[in-house]
Nanobody
Framework: QVRLVDSGGGLVQAGGSLRLSCAASGRSFSNQAMGWFRQAPGKEREFVAA????????YYADSVKGRFTISRDNAKNTVYLQMNSLKPEDTAVYYC???????????????????WGQGTQVTVSS
């Protein structure tokens, strides 16, 4: 059974940091793009960040650029999201997703055949 397990969320003050992890099991995602999405209360799920299979290219939503860093450890089948300078508007449930559709150009995007983590809550207080 393929699973993505999200962890690392929590309550943090504005300006603080958190590191999210997405551990995959059941199959390897080491040769595929992976990403993070988030959904705030009353809002649609939105793209946050993506990384190609080698980690050579990364993509970010404008709202998190310069504050968040996506990375991966293919040996551990794990993707990370380091979040710094957190703001109250970053409050959301964060979901790992993969594999993403990526043809070598443009931003990797979610696939209808991909897998989702269960989500991890990030709450940033002002």
């Amino acid at each position: 059974q393929v699973r993505l397990v999200d962890s690392g969320g929590g309550l943090v003050q504005a300006g603080g940091s958190l590191r999210l992890s997405c551990a995959a099991s059941g199959r390897s995602f080491s040769n595929q793009a992976m990403g993070w999405f988030r959904q705030a209360p009353g809002k649609e799920r939105e793209f946050v960040a993506a990384i190609t299979w080698s980690g050579g290219s990364t993509y970010y939503a404008d709202s998190v650029k310069g504050r968040f860093t996506i990375s991966r450890d293919n040996a551990k089948n794990t993707v990370y999201l380091q979040m710094n300078s957190l703001k109250p508007e970053d409050t959301a449930v964060y979901y790992c997703n993969g594999p993403l559709i990526y043809g070598g150009v443009g931003v990797p995007r979610s696939s209808p055949y991909g897998y989702w983590g269960q989500g991890t809550q990030v709450t940033v207080s002002s």
